[in-house]
C-alpha cells in the first residue's frame, strides 16, 4: 500500500514537473538563430536554407532569420528558388564573387548557421573578424555539409570546423582525424589531399559519445536517409570531439575508415556543431539530419539540448525521412 501511494505521488510530481517545464518553455523568449549563405555548389540550395528554417521554427524554440550575399552562385546555374522573403535583392553570377557588404550582424544571435559551400568567395576582412570575435565571446555556430569546404585559407574558420575538405586542403592544414574499424580514434598526419566521398546511399553513423547532450538518446548504430557520406576531411583538429562517425558501405568507398560526420569544437567561449550530412533533398528530409541538426543548433546556442529523440528516429536496420512541405 506504502509503495503504491509513493509510487502515486511520484506520478504526481512527474505531471507536476512536466506541466511547469511546458509552461516555462512557451513563455521564455525563442532562442536567435541566424542562416546565412548566399554561394554553394550543391543543387539543393537554397531550398536547404528554407528547410533547415522550418525544421528550426518547428521545433518551438527558435525564431530564425536568413541572410544572403548579394551576389549569388550556385551549381549548373539551378533555378529552383523557393520564396523567401526578407533576403534582398540578389544578383546570379556565372562565379563566386565577394560581396563588400555582406555584414551579417553575428551578435543579435544565440547561433549562426552557414550554408555556403565549396568555393564560396571569401568574405570581407571585416566581416571574418566579426565572426572570430562573435565566437572568441561564446556565440554559436553550426557548419552543415559543404560548408566545410569553404574558405580554406581563413586559419579561424578552419579552427571553428574542426576539420575541412576540399579547397586545396593537405597535410599543411592538419591531420586527417578518423576511427579505424577496431575503434581506435586516429590522428593521422600523413600528405595527401583532402575530401573524398562515394556514391549517395544509405550508411551507418556509430554514435562515440554517447552521453552529449546532442546524440543523447540515439540508437548506438543508425541509418542515415540517402547522402553522401564525407570522407579524408583534414584540418586543426583543436578543441573538437567526434559524436559520430559513418562507415560508407556503397562497395565504392575512397577509404575504409569510419570517417567523422558529427562534431563539435570549443573556439574561445563558443560552441560550434558540424555535421557533414545534406548533400540533396533526400539528405536533407533525413530524420536522423534533420533531429541531429535542431539538436546541434540549440546545443551550439545554449550548451543544452532539450528536445528528445522523436519516435520516427532511425534505426541500426531502418532508415528514415520526413517528405518536406513548405509550410505557408
Ligand atoms: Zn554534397
Not at 48 to 72: H, N, W
Request: charged share 25%; glycine share 10%; hydrophobic share 35%.
Amino acid at each position: 500500500m506504502i509503495q503504491v501511494i509513493s509510487r502515486t505521488a511520484l506520478t504526481i510530481l512527474t505531471l507536476v514537473s512536466l506541466v511547469q517545464a511546458t509552461a516555462y518553455s512557451a513563455e521564455s523568449p525563442k532562442l536567435k538563430a541566424l542562416i546565412i549563405d548566399g554561394q554553394n555548389n550543391h543543387a539543393v540550395w537554397p531550398k536547404s536554407t528554407i528547410m533547415m528554417k522550418q525544421y528550426l521554427e518547428d521545433t518551438g524554440l527558435f525564431e530564425v532569420d536568413v541572410d544572403r550575399t548579394r551576389f549569388t552562385w550556385r551549381a549548373n546555374n539551378q533555378k529552383a528558388f523557393l520564396p523567401l522573403a526578407g533576403v534582398g535583392e540578389t544578383e546570379d553570377l556565372e562565379q563566386p564573387k565577394t560581396d563588400p557588404d555582406f555584414e551579417p550582424s553575428f551578435e543579435d544571435y544565440d547561433v549562426v548557421i552557414s550554408n555556403f559551400g565549396w568555393k564560396a568567395a571569401d568574405w570581407p576582412e571585416d566581416t571574418q573578424e566579426a565572426l572570430e570575435d562573435y565566437m572568441e565571446n561564446g556565440g554559436g555556430f553550426v557548419s552543415v555539409h559543404a560548408a566545410d569546404n569553404s574558405f580554406p585559407k581563413w586559419k579561424e574558420y578552419n579552427k571553428m570546423i574542426g576539420l575541412g575538405g576540399w579547397g586545396g586542403r593537405n597535410e599543411k592544414d592538419g591531420p586527417y582525424v578518423y576511427y579505424t574499424n577496431e575503434g581506435e580514434l586516429v590522428r593521422d598526419t600523413s600528405p595527401g589531399g583532402s575530401g573524398a566521398h562515394g556514391p549517395k546511399g544509405h550508411f551507418p553513423i556509430t554514435v562515440r559519445v554517447a552521453d552529449h547532450p546532442i546524440t543523447e538518446g540515439m540508437p548506438e548504430v543508425w541509418l542515415t536517409s540517402k547522402d553522401e557520406c564525407y570522407a579524408k576531411l583534414r584540418g586543426p583538429a583543436e578543441n573538437m570531439t567526434i559524436l559520430a562517425t559513418g562507415k560508407d558501405v556503397s562497395g565504392k568507398a575512397p577509404t575504409d575508415r569510419h570517417e567523422p560526420i558529427l562534431m563539435v569544437v570549443d573556439y574561445g567561449d563558443g560552441r560550434i556543431f558540424h555535421t557533414t550530412l545534406g548533400h540533396d533533398t533526400d539528405g536533407f528530409e533525413g530524420v536522423g539530419f534533420i533531429t541531429s541538426f535542431t539538436r546541434g543548433a540549440e546545443w551550439a546556442a545554449t550548451g543544452e539540448v532539450s528536445q528528445s529523440i522523436p519516435n520516427d528516429f532511425p534505426t541500426a536496420e531502418e532508415s528514415s525521412s520526413r517528405k518536406f512541405k513548405l509550410r505557408k
